[in-house]
C-alpha cells in the first residue's frame, strides 16, 4: 500500500493555465505538506497544513493555494502557471509537525510549463 | 532563523570503504536534525534523526549520524558503503524556537559509491 501518493506524476502544461496536484495519505497522519524541489534538486517548504492551521512560506506566489478536503488530502492549485513553476513536487505528510517526527514524502510530481 | 549546509555537492568512495556525508547547522534554540535520502525519480525516504540524548544516533540500512554540538554538525556515516547507497542525502533541520514547525533542507550531497 502506498502511503502518501500523488497524481499526476508527470504533468506538462502551457503557461497561463491553471492545474492542480492531488496528494493522499493513508497513515492516519494530521499534518501535510508540498515542497518544491527545483532542477539543482534544492528542495524548499511551501506550505504545512495542521488540524486546519495552514502555515504558509512567505516566498510562494499567491498562485498557489493548497486545499485540503478532509485530513487525508491536500491538494496543490496552481493557477496563471509561469516557465518558472517547473519542478518537481513533493507531498509529505507527518504525525505532528515534521521538526520532531519524520514526515514520509510522496514520489513527486514532475511539472513542466512550455 | 535556522539554516543547514551540506558543504559537498558529491561524494566518491569506493565499495567496502566507510563513507561520510558532512551537514552543519545554525539555529537559536535547540536543533532537532534529520537525514533523508532520495533515489532517481523517487520521494525523499526517511533515515534517522536526532531529538535529544544520545548524541549518536543509528538508523536504517547501517546508517548513523552523530550530533556535535560544538561544532555545530550531524554528519552521516556508514562504515562500509554499498554500491545501493549511491544516491541524493539530505540533511534537514529545524529550530526549536521556530514558531513555524518547518524543517529547512541542506542543498543535498550526491553519494557515488564505486565497486
Known amino acids: 500500500d502506498t502511503a502518501v501518493s500523488q497524481t499526476p506524476k508527470y504533468l506538462v502544461t502551457q503557461m497561463g493555465n491553471d492545474k492542480s496536484i492531488k496528494c493522499e495519505q493513508n497513515l492516519g497522519h494530521d499534518t501535510m505538506y508540498w515542497y518544491k524541489q527545483d532542477s539543482k534538486k534544492f528542495l524548499k517548504i511551501m506550505f504545512s497544513y495542521n488540524n486546519k492551521e495552514l502555515i504558509i ?25 509561469e516557465l518558472g513553476d517547473s519542478a518537481v513536487y513533493f507531498c ?6 515534521a521538526g ?14 512550455v | 532563523a535556522q539554516s543547514v549546509a551540506q558543504p559537498e555537492d558529491q561524494v ?7 563513507l561520510t556525508v ?34 549518536l544516533v543509528k538508523g536504517s540500512y547501517g546508517f548513523e549520524a552523530e550530533f556535535n554540538k560544538s561544532q555545530t554538525s550531524f554528519h552521516l556515516k556508514k562504515p562500509s558503503a554499498l554500491v545501493s547507497d ?4 539530505f540533511c534537514a ?12 533542507f541542506g542543498g543535498g550531497t550526491r553519494l557515488m559509491v564505486k565497486p
Open chain 2, 22 to 55: 558532512k551537514c552543519t547547522y545554525s539555529v537559536s534554540g535547540n536543533p532537532y536534525l534529520f537525514w533523508y535520502v532520495q533515489y532517481p525519480n523517487r520521494g525523499l525516504q526517511f533515515l534517522l534523526k536526532y531529538i535529544t540524548g544520545d548524541n
Open chain 1, 57 to 81: 512560506n512567505e516566498t510562494v506566489p499567491n498562485r498557489f493555494s493548497p486545499k485540503s478536503p478532509d485530513k487525508a488530502h491536500l491538494n496543490l492549485h496552481i493557477n496563471s502557471l
Open chain 2, 93 to 104: 533541520v529545524r529550530d526549536s524556537l521556530d514558531a513555524g514547525n518547518m524543517l529547512t
Open chain 1, 100 to 113: 520532531r517526527t519524520e514526515a514520509f514524502f510522496g514520489q513527486g510530481t514532475r511539472l513542466t510549463v
Open chain 2, 12 to 18: 566518491n568512495v569506493a565499495e567496502g570503504n566507510p
Open chain 2, 86 to 89: 549511491s544516491a541524493l542525502y
Open chain 1, 92 to 97: 509529505a505528510s507527518s504525525q505532528g509537525y
